[in-house]
């Protein structure tokens, strides 16, 4: 009888080490090297195979399955890694996992390193690379800054039958055919006295008919 009441606070205390345990397993700890020197951006510059680059967030999709983001940025300049008006990064889901958060709209200079072919961020590395990003870009160079894309209307029209509306797409499809690096958007007014959904609906139709009868790519 004596030792019952040492039994149960024993359980206890182990429960509440294994719940402690459980809950910092997961946690993204960033430890610095000690004894660690000056870094040499000359030769790190020579041995980098990551990318860096400046642009927009454009858009974020979760991979719940991988627990990572994948973050579409519009590219505004590039120093390695990147010579396209778009980059795709991918970062883990959650900070605990070392994710590093971006948000849509908002403008960062990303430099990290490449994993198995892909360009992924890390937040431990984020830190080191934005407590000193101006020695590491100086040591990438100049950078290249991409030109602002320039936008031509192709068409406008009102509401018209479906075979005259598919002729235009047809139009549309031919201008893209002709230029592979140019990207089209689909504007839709669906007017004051509009129906509900009626912008939306004709849209998904137009959609449809670019991207599976057209063959176009999404």
């Given amino acids: 009888m004596k030792g019952e009441p040492m039994k149960k606070t024993i359980i206890i205390l182990a429960a509440a080490m294994f719940i402690f345990a459980a809950q910092t397993a997961f946690a993204c700890s960033c430890v610095a090297e000690i004894g660690k020197g000056a870094t040499d951006y000359k030769a790190w510059a020579k041995d980098f195979k990551g990318a860096a680059f400046s642009?927009?967030?454009v858009k974020i999709e979760k991979n719940a399955a991988k627990f990572e983001l994948k973050v579409t940025f519009a590219v505004d300049k590039y120093w390695r890694g990147v010579d396209?008006?778009?980059?795709?990064i991918y970062t883990a889901s959650d900070s605990a996992m070392c994710g590093v958060s971006y948000?849509?709209?908002k403008d960062y200079v990303v430099i990290t390193d490449s994993v198995s072919g892909r360009i992924t961020?890390?937040?431990c590395p984020e830190m080191e690379y934005a407590a000193h990003r101006a020695e590491y870009l100086s040591a990438l160079g100049n950078g290249i800054k991409l030109a602002v894309p320039s936008a031509l209307k192709i068409d406008e029209f009102a509401n018209i039958n479906c075979e005259d509306e598919l002729a235009r797409l047809d139009n549309l499809t031919i201008q893209l055919q002709n230029d592979p690096n140019a990207m089209a958007y689909v504007i839709i007014y669906g007017g004051r006295n509009g129906k509900r959904n009626e912008a939306k609906a004709r849209l998904a139709r137009m959609m449809h008919y670019l991207i599976i009868t057209r063959s176009m790519d999404a």
Avoid at 84 to 88: E, L
Wanted: glycine share 14%.
């Fill in 103 to 105: 948000e849509e709209g």
């Fill in 121 to 123: 961020t890390y937040s």
């Fill in 84 to 88: 396209a008006a778009q980059a795709v």
């Fill in 55 to 57: 642009g927009r967030v």
